[in-house]
């Protein structure tokens, strides 16, 4: 089989089940792969939107979200939507090609070192050198991108390593369950006690806290205590409806980034 065969066995073993791609000429043996695959290929009318989609993707159930380009232009229009994803920790794989890299016909055209460029955005970019190697980079990428802080990372699949024949017999790596992090009972209950003493105690939820995980357990925490909430534009969303009188009564609005917001003026307030 082709290591773009292999490629694509470790993004089933991933559990991807769709990539929003703008696929290229670097990219035609993965997409010839996932022609034979489970995995729904989803074109869309720029890269910028693929990135976007497979954020959105990734915030929304907690699994990463993949999209794909070609080398090059291709590989920049993904670099928003890079951005996007690493500001507000969401877990997703970038996947882009490149020249070959064993062998150059056609000079520097359109090449431009994409996996240098992707690192300050990323959790991790790294171009594969190797078939051989796809099963545990594949595997590493996404465990990266989903371990917290989760964040994008990004692969470069060059176009001679997608076509180079490998192995029937090298196998995925099996997958692992994440590690999240667990606060000390201690330090659960110093904050519970800082909630009781509060005298006008007030909750705002933003990024980190929009997290399919999290949404029930804290949705709950605000029926429970009815302690009066906000949110930033990215916390939007974190609290579900638990009655419309009530969480009209506790809800404060979404805090702006203006001057003088009264939620800002009202949080900074001396007690």
């Keep these: 089989m082709k290591a773009s065969d292999l490629f694509v066995k470790a993004l089933e073993n991933e559990g991807v089940d769709r990539i929003f791609a703008v696929p290229g000429e670097e990219n035609l043996d993965i997409v010839e792969s996932l022609r034979r695959s489970s995995i729904q290929l989803i074109l869309t009318r720029h890269e910028q939107s693929a990135a976007f989609m497979a954020a959105t993707h990734g915030r929304l159930t907690g699994r990463p979200g993949v999209c794909m380009a070609t080398l090059g232009p291709g590989a920049l229009n993904l670099v928003t939507g890079a951005a996007y994803a690493h500001l507000g920790a969401m877990p997703m794989v970038l996947i882009t090609g490149q020249k070959p890299i064993m062998t150059a016909h056609q000079a ?53 390593v997608a076509a180079v024949e490998v192995s ?24 519970a006690a800082l909630l009781m003493k509060a005298g006008r105690p007030l909750v705002m939820f933003g990024a980190a806290s929009n997290r399919p995980r999290l949404v029930g ?31 009209t009564e506790l809800w404060m ?16 307030a001396p007690t």
């Design 108 to 160: 520097r055209f359109q090449t431009v070192d994409i996996v240098a460029t992707m690192k300050p955005l990323t959790k991790a970019s790294r171009q594969i050198v190797s078939g051989t190697s796809i099963p545990s980079v594949v595997r590493e990428a996404f465990r990266l991108a989903a371990d917290e802080r989760p964040g994008p990372v990004h692969l470069e699949l060059p176009e001679d």
């Design 168 to 191: 029937d017999e090298i196998t995925v790596v099996a997958l692992h369950p994440v590690e999240l992090p667990v606060a000390q009972e201690a330090a659960i209950e110093r904050a």
């Design 217 to 247: 357990q804290l949705t709950e925490f605000i029926r429970r205590t009815g302690i009066p909430f906000f949110n930033t534009q990215m916390g939007k969303g974190t609290v579900a409806a638990i009655g419309h009188d009530e969480a």
């Design 253 to 268: 609005g979404t805090a702006a980034l203006s001057a003088r917001d009264y939620l800002h003026e009202g949080s900074t």
